[in-house]
T-cell receptor
Framework: EDQVTQSPEALRLQEGESSSLNCSYTVSGLRGLFWYRQDPGKGPEFLFTLYSAGEEKEKERLKATLTKKESFLHITAPKPEDSATYLCAVRGYGAGGTSYGKLTFGQGTILTVHP | GAVVSQHPSRVICKSGTSVKIECRSLDFQATTMFWYRQFPKKSLMLMATSNEGSKATYEQGVEKDKFLINHASLTLSTLTVTSAHPEDSSFYIC??????????FGPGTRLTVL
């Protein structure tokens, strides 16, 4: 069974204080690792998809990296508007190795950035 | 811009009534859509996978007679909560895969059953 563990559960930063969120995973055949941002009362907003170890993707102050066992979401010089819950999810290969396996989510990291 | 829409965003109903939630993929066809439920301060729980033109696949523990899913077209899936009770109050979110493996989520529907 696929598993995703995110740490820390909550992270409080001062504006401009860079940090990283961790996502550890186990999956039988990684089809993709996904990062989402979720604001209170809203659906998850897609950030990144990573497919293979060594891959990196960037968007504004966020950079996601991937190894064979974990992914990091690096936040550089965060601003208060970056405050949200960040969700990590993995998808393995479904039955037969071709169909979609379901997304397995971690519990999320609640990020609060103080001005 | 938005890739998946949901309607309504909020609904309040009396116990025993049925509620329908619509999920639409915008500007793309989605042969597969997903329905999730999220409890306060918890992660998303997959309820069912909806396939266009066929019966939905429900996750273990999800009552298929309580949560009716219809995927009538390539851009529309509906979730009907039948005979709703207060314990069905929750945040329901739909999702669809667009262009490869990335799954996009709708804005969610807050259901409150009185």
């Amino acid at each position: 069974e696929d598993q995703v563990t995110q740490s820390p559960e909550a992270l409080r930063l001062q504006e401009g204080e860079s940090s990283s969120l961790n996502c550890s995973y186990t999956v039988s055949g990684l089809r993709g690792l996904f990062w989402y941002r979720q604001d209170p009362g809203k659906g998850p907003e897609f950030l990144f998809t990573l497919y293979s170890a060594g891959e990196e993707k960037e968007k504004e102050r966020l950079k996601a990296t991937l190894t064979k066992k974990e992914s990091f979401l690096h936040i550089t010089a965060p601003k208060p508007e970056d405050s949200a819950t960040y969700l990590c999810a993995v998808r393995g290969y479904g039955a037969g190795g071709t169909s979609y396996g379901k997304l397995t989510f971690g519990q999320g990291t609640i990020l609060t950035v103080h001005p | 811009g938005a890739v998946v829409s949901q309607h309504p965003s909020r609904v309040i109903c009396k116990s025993g009534t049925s509620v329908k939630i619509e999920c639409r993929s915008l500007d793309f066809q989605a042969t597969t859509m997903f329905w999730y439920r999220q409890f306060p301060k918890k992660s998303l729980m997959l309820m069912a996978t909806s396939n266009e033109g066929s019966k939905a696949t429900y996750e273990q523990g999800v009552e298929k007679d309580k949560f009716l899913i219809n995927h009538a077209s390539l851009t529309l899936s509906t979730l009907t909560v039948t005979s709703a009770h207060p314990e069905d109050s929750s945040f329901y979110i739909c999702s669809a895969i667009r262009g490869g493996d990335t799954q996009y989520f709708g804005p969610g529907t807050r259901l409150t059953v009185l």
